[in-house]
């Protein structure tokens, strides 16, 4: 076994620990905890074409992020150099994307993909996007993650819904986590509340 080989192995033992962990209480969407509410988005996409003519699935999800609670809230997302590329063993590169492509709301896009968006997943898709917000009281963030596909591979968020997770553990942060299927969720950030 070699030490590539080994250390997928530790990695993927590691990914799957965490999301089985029974002393951690997961939330999924429209379910609150201590204050935050995540509204999880349909899952969307469409085709893209690089400049070589390959052909990949792009499929994002747009997700709501709310403080319902009466303090502020520190808001820490990205994914790790590991988290946002795992193309050696899945084949696919997931990603946040920067504030300029996140739209205001939910919405469904009918008129395919903008030229700014073709630029990011064309130049900009391997550099990693990370996201730090205070949320003060009764504020909103609007989030979108994106997954890439060659088509010659399987997508893995095919059919399912991706979503973001909550999780408690035993410090005051509460772990997110981005469940792509059934059996691969990316730790992707964090909430902390702000003391005052």
Same mark, same amino acid.
């Given at each position: 076994?070699?030490? *590539? $080989?080994?250390?997928?192995?530790v990695?993927?033992i590691?990914?799957?620990?965490c999301?089985?962990?029974?002393?951690? $209480?997961? @939330?999924?969407?429209?379910?609150?905890? #201590?204050?935050?509410?995540?509204e999880?988005?349909?899952?969307q996409?469409?085709?893209? %074409?690089?400049?070589?003519?390959?052909?990949? @699935?792009?499929?994002?999800?747009?997700? &709501?992020?709310?403080?319902? #609670?009466?303090?502020?809230?520190?808001?820490?997302?990205? +994914?790790?150099?590991?988290?946002? @590329?795992? *193309?050696?063993?899945? *084949?696919? =590169?997931? +990603?946040?994307?920067?504030?300029?492509? &996140?739209? @205001?709301?939910? $919405?469904?896009?009918t008129?395919?993909? #903008? =030229?700014?968006?073709?630029? %990011?997943?064309? +130049?900009?898709?391997d550099?990693p996007? $990370?996201?730090?917000?205070?949320?003060?009281p009764?504020?909103?963030?609007?989030?979108? %993650?994106?997954?890439?596909?060659?088509? =010659?591979? /399987?997508?893995?968020?095919?059919?399912?819904?991706?979503?973001?997770?909550? #999780?408690?553990?035993?410090t005051?942060?509460?772990?997110?986590?981005?469940?792509?299927n059934?059996?691969?969720?990316? /730790?992707?950030?964090?909430?902390?509340c702000?003391?005052?």
């Open positions: 076994m070699t030490v *590539k $080989h080994l250390f997928r192995l990695f993927l590691c990914l799957y620990g999301s089985g962990n029974a002393d951690n $209480h997961v @939330n999924r969407a429209g379910e609150k905890q #201590s204050g935050l509410y995540i999880n988005g349909p899952r996409g469409m085709q893209y %074409f690089d400049s070589s003519g390959a052909e990949y @699935n792009y499929r994002y999800n747009t997700i &709501t992020i709310w403080n319902d #609670s009466t303090v502020s809230i520190q808001l820490e997302i990205g +994914f790790s150099e590991m988290g946002m @590329n795992l *193309k050696d063993s899945i *084949k696919s =590169k997931f +990603f946040l994307l920067p504030r300029h492509l &996140t739209p @205001n709301e939910q $919405h469904f896009d008129g395919g993909i #903008s =030229k700014e968006l073709k630029r %990011f997943l064309a +130049f900009e898709i550099n996007v $990370h996201l730090s917000k205070v949320l003060n009764r504020e909103k963030c609007v989030l979108t %993650f994106g997954v890439l596909t060659d088509t =010659k591979y /399987p997508d893995p968020t095919t059919p399912y819904e991706t979503e973001l997770l909550t #999780s408690r553990e035993k005051s942060a509460i772990s997110l986590r981005l469940k792509i059934d059996t691969l969720i990316i /730790p992707c950030g964090q909430i902390l702000i003391q005052k």
